[in-house]
């Protein structure tokens, strides 16, 4: 949806072209160019809290995907969509950080989890699950890890962390952090589903039984060593018999 100050910045432009000055008008290219015409902390990005992290945190841990530096992306906010922002995400907190410049200085914001409807980054694809869902325990920012070309059938992912905590010689408290076990979701005509084990996925397709029976006996070293893959791999192979 095109917010009303973009959608006035395109009628009132003479042209396109002499807008964005090139031979392309694509939305992406005309939205970047509103804002930086009119200043990114004009728009309805420059819209969060300041971040602070509250707990010493051990040097060499973190607790954002990836890493703890920015990496640019396009973020889904309020209904609109921003591209070329530095962003990181916070797994133990699901939060997304945006780093954002004006009058010269850069501001990094901790963005309202509720506004945020999507957001890409590293050619990895998030999107946020509202808690108002018919699965009320599903609820945050989930991956995007597999979906048909409708995109009626998905197959998401919950990133989550561990915190430990520990004292040092000054007995002051130290995070640290370390990968713990991911939730999978999948989501079927807009109805999210909880899959956890081979009867989760047998009682979601009760038609191909069979099928997941046969690919968890065959995938089992997959499964094990890389769940991730393995359920990829399961969506692939469902699709084909669906």
Excluded at 190 to 206: A, H, N
Aim: charged share 30%; net charge positive.
């Amino acid at each position: 949806m095109i917010n009303l100050s973009r959608l006035l910045f395109i009628l009132l432009c003479p042209t396109v072209f002499t807008c964005l000055n090139a031979q392309s008008n694509t939305e992406k290219e005309l939205f970047n160019h509103f804002d930086a015409v009119i200043g990114i902390e004009n728009t309805g990005l420059y819209n969060g809290v300041a971040y602070n992290e509250f707990h010493k945190i051990d040097r060499e841990q973190h607790k954002f995907l990836f890493s703890n530096e920015m990496h640019e992306g396009e973020i889904t906010y309020n209904g609109q969509t921003y591209f070329n922002i530095p962003l990181k995400y916070n797994i133990y907190d699901d939060v997304v950080l945006v780093k954002l410049q004006h009058d010269l200085l850069t501001h990094t914001f901790q963005l309202i989890t509720e506004k945020i409807g999507g957001f890409k980054v590293k050619n990895s694809e998030f999107i946020r699950i509202n808690k108002q869902n018919e699965n009320g325990e599903i609820d945050g920012i989930y991956e995007v890890l597999w979906s048909n070309e409708n995109h009626r059938l998905v197959l998401l992912k919950k990133h989550r962390l561990k915190e430990n905590v520990k004292l040092n010689r000054g007995e002051v408290s130290v995070y640290t952090y370390k990968k713990d076990d991911s939730e999978f979701v999948i989501k079927r005509d807009e109805k999210l589903f909880s899959v956890k084990t081979r009867d989760d996925f047998q009682e979601l397709f009760p038609k191909y039984k069979k099928d997941i029976s046969q690919f968890y006996k065959n995938q089992r070293s997959l499964r094990r060593s890389n769940p991730e893959k393995f359920l990829t791999n399961l969506m692939s192979f469902l699709i084909t018999k669906i």
